[in-house]
């Protein structure tokens, strides 16, 4: 039998990460176990955009949540994290779109969220790039972006300094009961193991169903001040919450560094990483309708990355029914780096007993298990 922690986390990325952070003010022995890099697998293939998502009362509750722990911790974040208050600009695409513009800006602001609503006029004076008569937009100045893998690796040295311990190069093979079994036949024992493997979830956790959605991603070459805020399109949630094989939506981002990354797509091809060159041209030609110039861009690179997704499109936080000693905290689907602090901090005060800032049960892995 190998060593005895306190908490195993298997999983290195942004959620991983946050778990460990959590955990270990709580706990002495804590032990992250990731097999690659950290923070190199969906969390660097994720645009780092923190945003309150209203498509759910659950959805919202954990983003806003996680926001205001983000805001509490941008202040010790160090210069690699990149945090940016862009706020978010929500584009109508027509007079169609443009009609529910004052609903959602009624809603942020009734749950206590700045929100306003911009005119073409103001629209255009705000992004300059953006297509000309647009009907207009909702701005959202609390939202934010980070870079994410610096984030997690951030959030995981703060864990380290407070005695976490790391294994890189290692992957667990098999979780129950409180043993950890890596590929090498190490045998681990905790009081409590925490499945952060995100779309490797469910082959850690089989009566877990979390699925890889495949999404591509753009970034340009540096051109400061040609994107202000996170720009997306309001259509945007109905592109995300389609479960067909494919999909697209415009989402734009205004890195530190002055590039644009642009998303965003979506598909279910298993874990296919190629790069789909007709996909990548239907993403363009969707964020030209919003920025006519962005094709005259020049290009510096493209790539793929997997998000975990469940059925119900919400994460699964908390306790696995069949095991007291294994917790999940998975399934993020496009949220993980916004929602990653939250879960953490869910994760924590599930091991230690306390009650939750919000509503935990809309996340149990009851609604994610396999029939």
């Not at 999983?11 to 176990?33: Q, T």
């Not at 945003?51 to 959805?59: E, F, I, R, T, Y």
């Amino acid at each position: 039998m190998g060593q005895n922690f306190d908490a195993i986390v298997v999983g290195g990325g942004i959620v991983g990460c946050a778990c460990a952070y959590f955990l270990s003010r709580d706990l002495k022995r804590v032990l992250l176990i990731e097999r690659g890099p950290i923070g190199g697998g969906s969390t660097a293939a994720g645009m780092g955009h923190v945003v309150v998502m209203d498509d759910s009362p659950a959805q919202f509750a954990l983003t806003n949540y996680s926001q205001q722990l983000w805001m509490e911790l941008y202040p010790q974040l160090n210069h690699a994290c990149e945090p940016r208050m862009t706020g978010t600009m929500w584009v109508a695409a027509d007079e169609e779109e443009f009609s529910h513009v004052e609903g959602k800006r009624d809603f942020y602001v009734k749950n206590g969220l700045p929100a306003e609503v911009l005119d073409t006029k103001s629209l255009e004076e705000a992004e300059p790039s953006l297509r000309k008569g647009l009907p207009g937009g909702l701005r959202i100045p609390q939202d934010s972006v980070i870079y994410p893998m610096a984030a997690a690796q951030w959030l995981l040295g703060q864990a380290q300094l407070r005695g976490c311990t790391v294994m890189l190069g290692q992957s667990v093979t098999k979780a129950k009961n409180g043993e950890a079994t890596l590929q090498d036949g190490t045998v681990l024992s905790a009081r409590y193991i925490v499945n952060s493997a995100g779309d490797h979830a469910s082959s850690l956790t089989p009566e877990i169903k979390i699925e890889p959605r495949k999404g591509h991603l753009i970034i340009t070459d540096r051109y400061p001040g040609y994107v202000n805020h996170q720009l997306v399109e309001l259509g945007y949630l109905k592109s995300a919450h389609e479960m067909s094989q494919e999909s697209v939506a415009f989402n734009a981002q205004p890195r530190a560094t002055g590039q644009i990354l642009l998303g965003s797509s979506r598909q279910f091809v298993g874990w296919n990483d190629e790069i789909d060159r007709a996909l990548i041209a239907k993403m363009v030609k969707r964020a030209e309708e919003y920025l006519p110039s962005i094709s005259q861009l020049s290009v510096i690179r493209t790539w793929v990355g997997f998000r975990a997704t469940t059925s119900n499109k919400l994460p699964l936080i908390g306790f696995l029914p069949s095991d007291p000693k294994m917790l999940v905290a998975a399934g993020h689907e496009g949220l993980g780096i916004t929602t990653s602090v939250a879960t953490g901090m869910l994760i924590a005060d599930l091991v230690a007993g306390r009650p939750s800032k919000i509503d935990r049960s809309p996340f149990a892995p009851t609604s994610g298990v396999a029939a």
